[in-house]
């Protein structure tokens, strides 16, 4: 009985996206600038209807009408994503032109060089601590490592790290 239901589902649902899914295309053609945006944003509309095929209304006209409901929330949220996107990008691309150097690039580039001559693990440790701003007991969590292991490998990091960087001064 079920195997019959889910098959009267998909042919009801694969007959809606047969009948509706050019003007439903056309739909979003009209109202974004890029034709891979309105395909796409058809493509969300196709699995909110497919999730959805318990709430299609029986009537043919009525079942139409609540495809393009959800066409046109699908395109409202895509507009909300979009316009979030571009806040975030224009406050990132602030703070990256506000940032001032903190140290000169010759520097920058002489501790670079001093990391990437330790082990990968050990690499990780100091640029999760000192770059991304983590505890010791946080990077042994993320590593999954014992943190006992973790704070010795980073007091030997940090001490050839030191030494390599009096030696590259002389």
């Not at 929330?73 to 979009?82: D, K, N, Y």
């Not at 580039?109 to 990780?124: F, G, N, P």
């Not at 014992?146 to 960087?165: G, P």
Request: glycine share 4%.
């Amino acid at each position: 009985m079920a195997a019959e239901h889910v098959s009267t589902n998909d042919e009801r649902v694969g007959q809606l996206v047969k009948d509706h899914a050019g003007s439903i295309l056309d739909y979003f053609i009209r109202r974004v600038p890029d034709r891979e945006d309105a395909a796409d944003l058809l493509g969300e509309t196709l699995v909110v209807v497919w999730r959805k095929v318990r709430s299609i209304p029986a009537d043919p006209g009525e079942a139409r009408m609540w495809m393009f409901g959800v066409a046109r929330r699908v395109l409202s949220q895509g507009w909300r994503s979009s316009a979030r996107r571009r806040a975030l990008t224009d406050k990132l691309a602030r703070h990256l032109s506000e940032r001032v150097p903190t140290a000169d690039q010759d520097h920058v580039a002489d501790v670079r060089a001093a990391i990437a001559k330790l082990q990968a693990v050990d690499q990780e440790i100091i640029r999760l601590v000192y770059w991304d701003g983590f505890t010791l007991t946080e990077v042994a969590q993320l590593l999954g490592m014992n943190a006992a292991t973790i704070r010795s490998r980073h007091a030997r990091a940090k001490a050839l790290l030191h030494t390599m960087m009096l030696t590259a001064r002389v």
